[in-house]
């Protein structure tokens, strides 16, 4: 079964979860001597529970290593002496910068920019 989940696919594995459900439910159904199929119905929700717990702590983490990763690639850029930035983001945050120019899909790869920087004005800035 996969579902989606902000921008990311999520593909449960169903039999384990029930599996891990059934063997919640025996338990206690055989420790305090309850119903098996109702036992089984709320050690279901549980184990759902738990599932997308563990779903959401992922994506976070997934989300956490990117961000760490663009850091990584921006402090890399700024301690090489000379890269190239947003104008805007140049003149926002103070950067001396130096010359200017519009950004094409050849920059783009040339300068390994982002293709969301196309069409922008860009400069290169020195640390």
């Known amino acids: 079964m ?3 989940n902000n921008n990311t696919n999520i593909i449960w594995d169903v039999r384990t979860i029930m599996t891990a459900a059934w063997k919640r439910a025996h338990k206690r159904a055989a420790k305090h001597g309850l119903d098996l199929r109702k036992t089984f119905a709320k050690c279901l929700k549980v184990e759902w529970n738990i599932a997308h717990d563990q779903a959401e702590a992922l994506e976070i983490s997934i989300i956490n290593a990117a961000r760490d990763a663009l850091i990584a690639v921006a402090d890399a850029k700024r301690d090489a002496g000379r890269y190239v930035e947003l104008v805007s983001v140049a003149l926002k945050n103070g ?5 200017c120019w519009e950004a094409t899909e050849a920059n783009a790869k040339k300068f390994d920019l982002d293709s969301s920087w196309i069409g922008q004005t860009i400069c290169y800035v020195y640390a």
């Open 2 to 4: 996969t579902t989606q």
């Open 95 to 99: 950067i001396n910068s130096g010359a």
